[in-house]
């Protein structure tokens, strides 16, 4: 193949230096993934589509180019551009080394490498005969699960998720940086406060993909919905050759109803969809990261599995773009920005149901258990502080902490603390 196909791809080849429109804002919640071009292992990057993958592949490579590395050892390849559809992974890379970087060591970073068959292969060959590269790999979610090539790779790849933005990310975003220390001490500027808690309006409106962050207003939800149609369309439908009407009148049914318990054979005779169609549909969701599911809090595993799941979407945004919405919702997506929160920070999370409802279980790693309630308002239902209580009496040698998140209350009762959903989300 001519190696001219490349070029656009990879400007630094003739620049020099990174263009500033791809770098794109610092991430530091990924600054790992960022080091991880040092490693020999084989970098893995999965998110939901749109979530800044390729951005953070551009950042490791500005982080190269300022570190020493020459230009033309850095190659970038993305396998949706048409004009590499009918060239193999290995033409492209072998063109690469005989025009560009005969045999120094290469930083190769494929991106959408899902269209490319027999990648697995490929890489790991080149792995396992130590050649001199460096992979970084990335690619639309469902299209770069685990299951897909752990078998090929495993032991040698290191595997990162990227989400949406968090709170603290899109304050960032905004310009607006909070002083953690200060902020634990009670330091807080009263314009500050402020202009957090209309970025958090924002944020729990229109989620945190990066993007839609810096658009106009007016273009926002527009964006949006076709962010919810590209995934499910692209990332769903196509690959497992769905029946595009049924996938999205069931995926709008998740929406509608997110937070909630889910019951699959509710969802069935909602929909007018068999049960084992209803229960498919939902696992390709979950693989393309559009939903999320959390089980009951058991120690017994089978009423664990027996009671129905909770559901929750991928970005805020993304669900009010695309759902039947109710005034109630508020709420809503202040606990989904709960879950996605502790998704971030790679806890073990359940809910549990009795006579009330606590929505977050976390067992932490010394077994521990940590249970949080979402009430976004300062009028506070005594259910909630109750379901909290009982849920500490009937694991009481286990709970180590009760959270009540709220708009702006800020106390300690009971044992129960509770604490402004942005305090937390900027804290936890």
Same mark, same amino acid.
């Given at each position: 193949?001519?190696? $001219?196909?490349?070029?656009? &791809? ?50 490791? %490579? ?13 190659? *970038? ?6 004009? +590499? ?23 190769? @970073? ?11 292969? &490929? ?12 992979? /970084?790999?990335?690619?639309?979610? #469902? ?7 752990? =078998? ?7 595997? *990162? ?5 968090? *709170? ?8 607006? #940086? ?13 314009? =500050? ?15 945190? @993909? ?10 926002? /939800? !527009? ?34 109803? @997110?937070?909630?318990?889910?019951? +699959? ?12 169609? %209803? ?11 559009? @939903?999320? =599911? ?12 027996? +009671? ?17 919405? *109710? ?6 997506? $202040? ?7 502790? !998704? ?7 809910? &549990? ?16 258990? =940590? $249970? ?19 849920? !500490? ?34 804290? $936890?």
């Amino acid at each position: 193949m001519d190696v $001219a196909k490349l070029v656009e &791809w990879n400007p630094w080849w003739e620049a020099g230096i990174m263009p500033e429109e791809l770098k794109g804002k610092p991430r530091p919640q990924y600054s790992q993934l960022v080091d991880s071009a040092e490693i020999k292992e084989v970098t893995i990057i999965t998110g939901v589509r749109r979530s800044g993958k390729s951005t953070l592949m551009y950042q490791m %490579i500005d982080a190269l180019l300022k570190n020493g590395t020459s230009p033309k050892q850095i190659l *970038f390849v993305n396998f949706e551009d048409k004009k +590499l559809i009918k060239d193999s992974i290995d033409e492209i890379y072998s063109s690469y080394r005989q025009s560009m970087n005969l045999d120094s060591k290469a930083y190769i @970073f494929l991106d959408e490498v899902h269209r490319q068959k027999g990648w697995e292969s &490929w890489v790991r060959k080149k792995y396992d005969l130590k050649a001199p590269d460096k992979f /970084v790999i990335s690619g639309s979610c #469902s299209y770069l699960l685990k299951k897909e090539y752990s =078998t090929l790779l495993t032991g040698r790849n290191i595997t *990162f998720e990227v989400l949406p933005l968090s *709170f603290e990310e899109f304050l960032l975003f905004k310009n607006t #940086s909070v002083d953690k220390s200060n902020l634990k001490k009670g330091i807080l500027l009263e314009k =500050t406060k402020l202009r957090i808690l209309k970025s958090l309006d924002e944020y729990l409106r229109l989620g945190g @993909f990066p993007e839609v962050a810096f658009k106009q207003e007016n273009f926002k /939800v !527009k964006l949006l919905e076709q962010y919810f149609d590209d995934i499910l369309y692209k990332d769903i439908v196509d690959r497992y050759n769905l029946n595009s009407q049924k996938a999205k009148d069931f995926a709008l049914y998740l929406a509608t109803n @997110f937070t909630s318990l889910v019951s +699959l054979r509710n969802a069935r005779n909602s929909l007018q969809m068999s049960y084992d169609t %209803i229960k498919d549909y939902l696992s390709y969701y979950k693989e393309a990261f559009l @939903f999320f =599911t959390i089980d009951h809090f058991s120690y017994s595993f089978k009423e664990q599995k027996t +009671l129905a799941s909770k559901v929750y979407c991928i970005d805020n945004g993304l669900r009010n773009a695309v759902s039947f919405k *109710f005034s109630k919702d508020e709420g809503k997506l $202040a606990e989904n920005c709960v879950l996605l929160q502790l !998704k971030r920070q790679g806890r073990q999370v359940y809910y &549990w149901k009795n006579k009330g409802e606590v929505d977050f279980v976390i067992k932490n790693k010394d077994s521990s258990l =940590t $249970a949080i309630n979402v009430s976004y308002t300062d009028e506070i239902d005594e259910r909630e502080t109750k379901a909290l209580l009982d849920f !500490k009496e009937k694991f009481k040698p286990k709970t180590k902490e009760l959270i009540l998140l709220t708009k702006t209350t800020e106390k300690k009762v009971q044992g129960i603390k509770t604490t402004p959903l942005w305090k937390w989300l900027l804290l $936890a």
